[in-house]
């Protein structure tokens, strides 16, 4: 029966850890770089792996007490979550880490209105193109 509840404790830990490592990699390193792609696949089976060994090589009541860290935190950050944002607005982890508002630096404004000042240029010739057939 033991061995039962081990399993489940595992599994539940690792989904725990999972959720975290997740989030952190998402904060940490974003998630529009390369790194920050490819870190969560890295570094989720490694800490999940080390940390479940962990609780395998405890003996007694360390094990629980260690297993219980993750699943609170998680329990923790989603009460939190709920209480602060509420059921109406659920974002996605990647809406979380990424940024609220971004600094629009003059260069890209520039560029912008250079790129509005062409489109309107070639809308404006197209219509008098299209007019000039219409007269023919």
Same mark, same amino acid.
């Given at each position: 029966?033991?061995?039962?509840?081990l399993?489940?404790?595992?599994?539940?830990?690792?989904?725990?850890?999972?959720?975290?490592?997740y989030?952190?990699?998402?904060? =940490?390193?974003? $998630? /529009? +770089?390369?790194?920050? #792609?490819?870190a %969560?696949? =890295?570094? *989720? %089976?490694?800490?999940?792996? +080390?940390?479940?060994? *962990?609780?395998?090589? @405890?003996?007694g009541?360390s094990?629980? =007490?260690?297993?219980?860290?993750?699943?609170?935190v998680?329990?923790?950050i989603?009460l939190?979550?709920?209480?602060?944002?509420? *059921?109406?607005e659920?974002l996605?982890?990647?809406?979380?880490?990424a %940024?609220?508002q /971004?600094?629009? +630096?003059k #260069?890209?404004?520039?560029?912008?209105?250079?790129?509005?000042? /062409?489109d309107?240029? @070639?809308?404006?010739?197209?219509? /008098?193109?299209?007019? $000039?057939?219409?007269?023919?």
């Amino acid at each position: 029966m033991e061995f039962y509840i081990l399993v489940l404790l595992l599994s539940l830990v690792s989904f725990a850890l999972g959720i975290l490592v997740y989030g952190f990699c998402l904060k =940490v390193f974003g $998630n /529009r +770089s390369l790194f920050g #792609k490819i870190a %969560p696949w =890295v570094l *989720m %089976p490694l800490i999940v792996i +080390s940390y479940d060994f *962990m609780l395998l090589t @405890r003996q007694g009541t360390s094990r629980y =007490v260690l297993a219980l860290f993750p699943i609170a935190v998680v329990a923790v950050i989603v009460l939190y979550y709920k209480k602060n944002h509420g *059921m109406d607005e659920l974002l996605e982890p990647h809406e979380l880490a990424a %940024p609220q508002q /971004r600094k629009v +630096s003059k #260069k890209s404004l520039k560029h912008a209105e250079k790129i509005r000042q /062409r489109d309107a240029r @070639r809308q404006e010739e197209t219509a /008098r193109r299209l007019e $000039n057939l219409d007269k023919k």
